[in-house]
């Protein structure tokens, strides 16, 4: 080896020697980020009201940019929708706006839909105007897709789908049947309406639509015959078995339960095995017999459900809308004349309790089987115009135009008016699937 290349070769060693420890402490960085980033990630990814959105809106509207020519790069940015196609792992539904469009039309109509209860048909029951029907959701970061009732029915070939609560969940149970009806021939669909187990079949995709009623997910002594006073109901909050056999076998649950447990503040609960049966109850806030009672729930759901035949839902609060200073209009008779929705992002009305909504993720993020969480009710929160008011009935029977006019008193400000938001909720269900 010559001098030259001695010098050169020393020259590289001692060259190397330097970057030896400056490369050294940028991988320790770059390593230490990688870590720090993906823990972010996880605990993110725990809660399943929590989705990831950014990343992909970036990623989309990048590709967006990069795909247009010239010309479409004079449009102005302000009418670009640059909001990525849904995928309920990336998209957060809960984030949007409700927009007026008077082009789009309910898939049936309380006339059309020969399935709907007298309680829901509010048009059939006299309510005069029709621009609830007209409002569709739009989330902030995707393009949420319509409802096509062909890809709905292909969805569930073969297959029992069951929507198991109270009677919000009977609504929205009522909404698909009605969005899917209308396109099966008369002969080729049958409905069964029992008092627990109401069953719809679609004949020719060896298909059911079926409600279970269940309340509180949990026994009761309100299950079957229902006690209308609130202090009179009592709850085995450790058991489900009695309802749980008519679970078994089906292939898509989705279950929810919410409204009746905000009755009072405190809820009569018993669980184990008491001498005198219901007499050993305690009087239990009602946050607190609701976790113990969906901690039951979850358990059951992890024991019995295989995964891999079985899909699970749930379906968060629909909110109530009785306190009309929530949206800020003291001179309102609770939800009575609000003919829009309350569009103010971020509105928490008093008829959402986020107690529950926190019981929910901490129950479902420790649960072994997945749980789709379709979360409906910030959305829903803002539809103080949707509920069914007087335009319904009550003990079976419409209300008489005496108690129409008792508007705060007699105004139904819990169930929604079918057409409306339950077939929004809907549209996101079938999206999940």
Known sequence: MSSGQSTTAGTMKAFRGKLHLPIIMVCAIALISLLYTERISIILSSNPFSKHKSCSRRAASVTKKNDRNATEEKIDASVV????????????????????????????????????????????????????????????????????????LEKIRN?????????????????????????????????????????FTAKEY????????DPFLVESNSDLHIVGNPKERILKVDSVDKHAKHWTGVDILVFNTYVWWMSGYTIKSYWGSFPNGEE???????????RIALKTWANWVDTNINPNKTRVFFTSMSPTH???????????????????????????????????????????????????????????????????????????KLLTDEQKADVLHNSDCIHWCLPGVPDTWNQIFLANL
């Open 81 to 152: 929708d640059d909001r990525f196609v849904f995928d309920p792992e990336e998209c957060n539904v809960e984030h949007g706006k409700w927009v007026f469009n008077r082009s789009i039309k309910p898939f049936y109509s309380d006339r059309s839909c020969p399935y709907l209860d007298r309680q829901v048909s509010c048009v059939k029951n006299g309510r005069p105007d029709s621009d609830y029907r007209h409002w569709e959701w739009q989330p902030e970061d995707c393009t949420l897709p319509r409802f096509n009732p062909e890809l709905m």
């Open 280 to 290: 050993g109850y305690e009087e239990l806030e009602a946050v607190v017999a609701y």
């Open 206 to 213: 060896n298909a059911t639509i079926e409600f279970y009623w």
């Open 322 to 396: 009785i306190r009309n200073a929530d949206w800020n209009n003291p001179e309102g008779m609770r939800c009575f004349n609000e003919t829009k929705p309350y569009l103010k992002k971020g509105f928490w009305s008093t008829g959402a309790d986020k107690r529950i909504m926190r019981v929910v993720v901490e129950v479902i993020k420790k649960m072994k089987v997945p749980v789709s969480v379709l979360n409906i009710t910030q959305m829903s929160d803002q539809r103080i115009d949707a509920h069914t008011k007087v335009y319904t009935e009550t003990g079976g």
């Open 159 to 199: 297959k029992r789908l069951m929507f198991v609560g109270d009677s919000l969940q009977r609504g929205q149970w009522q909404s698909l049947v009605c969005m899917v009806e209308s396109i099966i021939p008369q002969d080729k669909q049958s409905m069964r309406r029992g008092r627990v187990l109401s069953v």
